[in-house]
């Protein structure tokens, strides 16, 4: 299932069917995939989720503080904290 809430039927416009499969596809290679959370800089907000496979800039308005922000998907990765005298 992609939306999991009913679209409003005001702005809606019929999805072309190389559209759709494009949606589809997307969904179904991302159920592999690991997801996490980005939050606002600013505000610490939730503003989007994220795939292990995510990369590059990407620009976005969080929706509490309204700060326009550009994140370097490099540097807002989950860094694992490296345990001194465990062997992993
Ligand atoms: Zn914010």
């Known amino acids: 299932m992609v939306q999991q809430t009913a679209v409003r039927a005001y702005r809606m416009k019929p999805m072309t069917p190389e559209v759709r499969a ?51 998907l490099g540097y807002f990765r989950r860094r694992r904290c490296r345990r001194v005298g465990k062997k992993n």
Do not use: Q, W
Not at 26 to 45: A, N, Q, V
Not at 47 to 61: M, P, T, V, W
């Open 22 to 72: 494009k949606v589809n596809l997307s969904y179904t290679e991302s159920l592999d995939l690991r997801e996490r959370e980005l939050k606002c800089p600013h505000c610490g907000r939730y503003i989007a989720s994220l795939f292990s496979d995510s990369s590059g800039h990407f620009k976005l308005k969080c929706p509490n503080c309204k700060a326009v922000t550009t994140y370097n």
